[in-house]
């Protein structure tokens, strides 16, 4: 307000110098008490501006000292205000550090100190004394939070994390329902909740929490999607060996629901196309899986693909197994089972063919089985030999360490079956619990020899006593000549210690 009366008074003050200048300064006089005073008006005029300026300055003077106390008392409570936020600060610094009673000092000095962040000093002081060990006096602090609107739902996840550090899990669940009804939008709750379903293997209550997560826009509908697939899909598990064909039919619809959902869901698709093929469906199961692979090639769809028909013969099969590689011939699956195929098929020469565009393929235990086959097919059994010694130290191969080529694949247990519920809602991707636990190793080996066949002419001759015929070191050479027994009495032939024993490399029956 002083501020403003001085530049009024700059500015009549120029007004008047400027009427005073032009030669007309006029006249002014005043009678009071027998004084009379005269003037120009121009004087009159600024006697009168400077007379107002010098009353508003002494007013707001009188102000200023009157308020003195006041100002006071705001700069004490703003000097404590700031000393109350370092406390805080450096409060919640030493839980972060794990520095319990140096946090818990501040968090007492801050509740002296700070009167306007109640809220922050318990978040501070339950911290403090969690940090210090003190579970007693936290939980305590987190009971007092639930009193408070504004902090009953930070009150309510501490609680929750306290009790699940204690392991007492129905207490942890319990504050995450209150929770979960109390904020649309507390995904930490909806999550507990989910693992604790998931944990009892409760699909149906899984599902309801995933459908109202998507409605109450917790979740995205893409994770909504893929969490709905792999529920349904291990709701159909949990009743596919049931006896009761209505239990059965129940299976067959939570699949078939997940199929619809994701196409491409590999355990899915391969469990609706088991039961369908169990009903007589086999086109219909065929058909799934031929759009699935079309999606995602996954070694459980061939295998799948090929136990649809039991009565047909293996050139057959074959040439069905053909035809689903064709469908995605780009996809590494594809190329694999082009040689399966040719295999299944009694065709060694095919299967080779298709070998040699795996040359790349990094040599995993499964790559390596394969080509051992093949090299087992052609009859090179020391090559399949090689290959059965990479394929001992190559990696497992995460894909096909969830299958079993003569049972059931995705043989999940309740534990496997939550696990990729979660991983597959969040990334899209299967787990392999198989291949984690290390219960898979290479398969589908061929039966080989584990020692060369004894057939060379020198072992021979070692076993019967005949003549002994050296080795050259040149395997061409074949016209050394033969040694002939030692002249009675003298001294029996040396052996020739630095040739090379040359072994065949046909095979023998296993044994």
């Keep these: 307000m002083t501020r ?18 032009t030669g007309e300064p006029g006249r002014a006089s005043m009678e009071w008490m027998g004084w009379r005073v005269e003037m120009t008006a121009a004087a009159a005029a600024l006697l009168t501006l400077f007379s107002a300026l010098m009353f508003t300055l002494l007013w707001r003077g009188v102000i200023w000292i009157v308020e003195a106390p006041r100002r006071a008392a705001r700069a004490r409570a703003e000097a404590k205000r700031k000393q109350a936020i370092e406390a805080l600060s450096r409060g919640f610094l030493a839980v972060a550090a794990g520095d319990g009673s140096e946090a818990r000092r501040l968090a007492q000095k801050s509740s002296e100190l700070a009167e306007d962040a109640p809220a922050l000093v318990r978040v501070l002081a339950a911290q403090a004394a969690e940090a210090a060990g003190d579970r007693g006096a936290a939980k305590s602090a987190y009971n007092a939070m639930l009193g408070f609107p504004e902090m009953r739902l930070a009150g309510l996840r501490c609680l929750m994390l306290a009790a699940q550090a204690e392991g007492d899990r129905q207490t942890a669940i ?140 293996p050139k057959a099969r074959a040439q069905r197994l053909a035809a689903l590689a064709a469908m995605k011939p780009e996809a590494r699956e594809s190329r694999l089972l082009r040689v399966e195929s040719a295999l299944i098929g009694g065709d060694p020469v095919a299967a080779r063919a298709a070998a040699r565009l795996l040359d790349d393929e990094a040599p995993t235990a499964r790559f390596a089985g394969l080509m051992a086959r093949v090299a087992a097919a052609n009859g090179d059994a020391d090559e399949a030999r090689a290959w059965i010694a990479r394929g001992v130290a190559a990696p497992q191969e995460p894909d096909w360490s ?105 095979s023998r029956a296993a044994k």
């Design 174 to 313: 319990r504050h995450a329902e209150t929770a979960y009804g109390l904020a649309r939008t507390a995904r930490w709750a909806w999550r507990a909740l989910l693992e604790a379903r998931l944990e009892a293997g409760d699909w149906a209550a899984a599902l309801q929490l995933v459908q109202g997560a998507l409605e109450r826009k917790i979740v995205s509908p893409v994770v909504a999607e893929r969490s709905r697939a792999a529920l349904l899909a291990a709701s159909a598990a949990s009743l596919v060996n049931a006896d009761d064909p209505k239990t059965r039919a129940q299976a067959l619809d939570f699949a078939t629901q997940s199929v619809k959902l994701k196409p491409d869901f590999a355990p899915g698709v391969v469990m609706a196309a088991r039961l369908l093929a169990e009903d007589g469906k086999t086109a219909k199961a065929g058909g799934l899986i031929e759009t699935a692979w079309k999606a995602e090639p996954h070694p459980a769809l061939w295998l799948a693909y090929r136990d649809l028909k039991t009565n047909e013969t």
């Design 4 to 21: 403003v009366a001085f530049a009024l008074f700059l500015v009549a003050v120029v007004a008047v110098s400027v009427l005073a200048l």
């Design 402 to 506: 969830d299958l079993d080529p003569e049972g059931l694949a995705f043989a999940y247990q309740r534990d496997d079956w939550a696990r990729l519920a979660v991983s597959y809602a969040e990334t899209g991707q299967l787990i392999h619990p198989r291949h984690e636990r290390r219960e898979r190793t290479m398969n589908d080996l061929p039966e080989l020899p584990s020692a060369y066949a004894e057939s060379t002419p020198f072992i021979r001759a070692a076993e019967t006593g005949g003549a002994l015929m050296p080795i050259p070191d040149d395997p061409g050479v074949y016209d050394a000549p033969l040694v002939t027994d030692p002249p009675e009495g003298g001294p029996a032939p040396r052996r020739n210690s630095g040739a090379r024993r040359r072994l065949p490399s046909g």
